[in-house]
Nanobody
Framework: QVQLVESGGGLVQPGGSLRLSCVAS????????MGWYRQAPGKQREWVAA???????NYADSVKGRFTLSRDNAKSTVYLQMNSLKPEDTAVYYC?????????WGRGTQVTVSS
């Protein structure tokens, strides 16, 4: 069974940066996309960004220009560089990997943006 483990969350001041990582416990084959979702208190989980198997990246409008997604295929790892963080970015961030056969989720990492 593949497990996704996120790291890199924490407390940061507005305008600061964080880099989230998501590592798979073993190599994942047949990946369609890798990406991130987030869920703020009292809100539904929302999509943040994703990178497809051919390297195309897409971002939610709320993070476009501030967040950058990258991946290491050999390690089945995906990263989310978050710059110019805002208080409204506060949420639990979840890693998501979609294959042709199934959908994997991590347990999440907390990101808190506050002064």
């Amino acid at each position: 069974q593949v497990q996704l483990v996120e790291s890199g969350g924490g407390l940061v001041q507005p305008g600061g940066s964080l880099r989230l990582s998501c590592v798979a416990s073993k190599r994942i084959n047949n990946i369609k996309s890798m990406g991130w979702y987030r869920q703020a208190p009292g809100k539904q989980r929302e999509w943040v960004a994703a990178i497809t198997s051919n390297g195309n990246t897409n971002y939610a409008d709320s993070v476009k220009g501030r967040f950058t997604l990258s991946r290491d295929n050999a390690k089945s790892t995906v990263y989310l560089q978050m710059n110019s963080l805002k208080p409204e970015d506060t949420a639990v961030y979840y890693c998501n990997v979609v294959t042709w056969y199934t959908n994997y989720w991590g347990r999440g990492t907390q990101v808190t943006v506050s002064s």
